[in-house]
């Protein structure tokens, strides 16, 4: 089964600041998707951002932008002049047959004002 | 944007009891929802995926007689928590995935405390 690792378990970023969450996978695939999930406080799931492992560009939105090395199998995301409002739990994800998502254990980030 | 909800977003029930709650694709037909359980501070484990007229698959260690799964129709899925007890307090997310796109969009989660 593929597994997920998440290995900051708190990250803090100063507001306006660059932050850059880790995230690796195991994985004997070559064809897969990656994500990144934001969990506020309300608890509602939110995708950030989506890679398709077949792209070899790393896929951006807005202030977020990701790092995705196949070889390497790590998949970190960045994000740029953070905002009080991006304080919430990341959760990094992969798509395994049956589309099922496996996720990792998550980050909290705290975005200090 | 494509919208799950859930109901209820809280609920408190007596041990022994049993609650159900629902997850609806609004906009959109999902023949593939996916139950999660979530503690606080820790991640989304998967607790079994349903798709509409089939029995729901079950990951390993949930008991299928405790969390019943019913997918009656193409925006409607079902977790029903029979004979609830404290260690079954939790947060219940459910995801629906769309027929057309695939995409999975998530609900807003359920809150079960039981007492």
């Known amino acids: 089964a593929q597994t997920v690792t998440q290995s900051q378990p708190e990250m803090s970023v100063q507001e306006a600041e660059t932050v850059t969450l880790s995230c690796t996978y195991d994985t004997s695939e070559s064809d897969y998707y990656l994500f990144w999930y934001k969990q506020p406080p309300s608890r509602q799931m939110i995708l950030v951002i989506r890679?398709?492992?077949?792209?070899?560009q790393n896929a951006t939105e807005n202030r977020f932008s990701v790092n995705f090395q196949k070889a390497a199998k790590s998949f970190s995301l960045k994000i740029s002049d953070s905002q009080l409002g991006d304080a919430a739990m990341y959760f990094c994800?992969?798509?395994?047959?049956?589309?099922?998502?496996?996720f990792g254990a998550g980050t909290i980030l705290r975005v200090k004002s | 944007g494509a919208v799950v909800s859930q109901h209820p977003s809280w609920v408190i029930c007596k041990s022994g009891t049993s609650v159900k709650i629902e997850c609806r694709s609004l906009d959109f037909q999902a023949t593939t929802m996916f139950w999660y359980r979530q503690f606080p501070k820790q991640s989304l484990m998967l607790m079994a995926t349903s798709n509409e007229g089939s029995k729901a698959t079950y990951e390993q260690g949930v008991e299928k007689d405790k969390f019943l799964i019913n997918h009656a129709s193409l925006t409607l899925s079902t977790l029903t928590v029979t004979s609830a007890h404290p260690e079954d307090s939790s947060f219940y997310i459910c995801?629906?995935?769309?027929?057309?796109?695939?995409?999975?969009?998530f609900g807003p989660g359920t809150r079960l405390t039981v007492t």
């Open positions: 994800a992969y798509l395994e047959y049956g589309n099922k998502l496996v």
């Open positions: 890679q398709e492992a077949y792209k070899q």
């Open positions: 995801s629906a995935q769309d027929r057309g796109s695939g995409e999975q969009y």
